[in-house]
Each structure stands twice: as C-alpha cells, then as structure tokens.
C-alpha cells in the first residue's frame, strides 16, 4: 500500500529543496520545488508502491530544473545601456546567480560558489550524489548516460574542488 502523499513531502522535502537550490540557486529554488510537487500529486495515481520515490521526485525536480533554467535564459534582462555587439551563439551560460552569495554559504569558505563554477553535468552530478544521496545509477538514469561516466563527472568536480580550495589555502597562508 503506498503513503498519503503528504508523507511523501514531509520526507523527501528538505532533499528536494536541497537539489533545486544546487541546480537553480536560492532565488528559484522554492518555486521549481511546488512546481516539482505539483507534478508529483498529479502522477503519484499511477506510481507504483514499490517505486524509489526519493528518486522519482529528484528525477522530477531536476526535470522541473531545467525548464527553468532554459524559461530564465529566454526571459528579458533590462539593461542601462543597449549593448553594440550581440554575443555570440552556442556559448555556454553563467551558473545559477546566488549559489555563491555568503549569506546561503553557512559553511563561509566559498564552498557553493566553487560548485557553482563547476561545469553543468559536474555540479549536478555533485548535487545528486552528496545533496540527494543517490547511487550513480540513478544519476546516470536521471542525466542520461552511464553509472560509470556519473561517477567519472563527481571524480572531476570533486578534484576541481579540491584544487581550488587548496589554491585558496595557500593564498591566504602567503597573505
């Protein structure tokens, strides 16, 4: 027998909230997460009892995610001035604005904007895996791609990390 869906909020909630802050930043993260749980209510009908729905709801707010980004990068900046020359196509965007904001860094070592640096596939793998909690297969299932290329995408992230905070060591020590 499956839960009332309200269990399932109060479960995976806080985790899903977590994802979408990783994914989309503080700013969007509370709305991708109604959107994410709108969209559960509605296809939690058919959702079998055996499901994974710590998973389902990651695979769904990750979807939701990415409709938001791609709809924030086709919404209007206003500007002071109108720029001469037009940028050019196929250039890979910024990250999520605010994942780097020391307010939401409680930590207070630049840890999320490091991360937010990352590489898309990089940064959500890290966000999936050490927010989340998921096995690589799931990653893999949610990104598209194999478990052993999710693995190879925290491997990455997780080094840059570590060699940007080490750098950051070591200029604070020569200061």
Known sequence: MKQPFERLVDLHGATVLRVCRAVVGPADADDVWQETFLAALRAYPELPPDANTEAWLVTIAHRKSIDSVRSGSRRPVPVAEF?????????????????????????????????????????????????????????????????????????????????????????????
């Open 83 to 175: 720029p001469d020359a037009h940028p050019a196509h196929g250039t890979a965007h910024a990250p999520p604005a605010g994942l780097g904001d020391p307010a939401a860094d409680a930590s207070g070592d630049g840890i999320w904007e490091r991360v937010a640096r990352l590489p898309d596939k990089q940064r959500r793998v890290i966000a999936y895996r050490y927010l989340a909690d998921l096995p690589y297969n799931e990653i893999a299932a949610i990104l598209g791609g194999s478990p052993a290329a999710a693995r190879r995408a925290a491997a990455d992230g997780l080094k840059s990390l570590r060699a940007a905070l080490s750098a950051a060591a070591s200029e604070g020590e020569s200061a």
